[in-house]
Nanobody
């Protein structure tokens, strides 16, 4: 299983950015996959995940209405569209995956994910 995140950069508050995570070695329908972020000194937190093939996306409260996760199985890629970015969204963003579907209450917990990409830095600053 391999994950490759890209698309980070510097953006002004209120701006938008789209992250991509190219994956290989599994079919996303059978894996939970999602986006997480981490700032220095803090634990990695879940941002948006897709638990399974028929599940709607799960979002952290802090990003609901601003971020959208989607996947394109034909391209083996998961995306995170981030709109109305705020300074507190600044972090290294990682895509993570796991074999099997999590229950809703556990979906955003990074500890339940086994595979990680290398991370891409998002900086929101004027």
């Amino acid at each position: 299983v391999q994950l490759q995140a890209s698309g980070g950069g510097l953006v002004q508050p209120g701006g938008s950015l789209k992250l991509s995570c190219a994956f290989s070695g599994f079919t996303s329908d059978s894996y939970g996959i999602g986006w997480f972020r981490q700032v220095p000194g803090k634990a990695r937190e879940g941002v948006a995940v897709i638990r399974g093939r028929y599940d709607p996306p799960t979002y952290a409260n802090s990003v609901k209405g601003r971020f959208t996760i989607s996947r394109d199985n034909t391209k083996s890629t998961v995306y995170l569209q981030m709109n109305d970015l705020k300074a507190e969204d600044t972090a290294v963003y990682y895509c993570g995956a796991r074999n099997g579907r999590l229950i809703l209450s556990a979906a955003l917990a990074a500890a339940h994910y086994d595979y990680w990409g290398q991370g891409t830095l998002v900086t929101v600053s004027s």
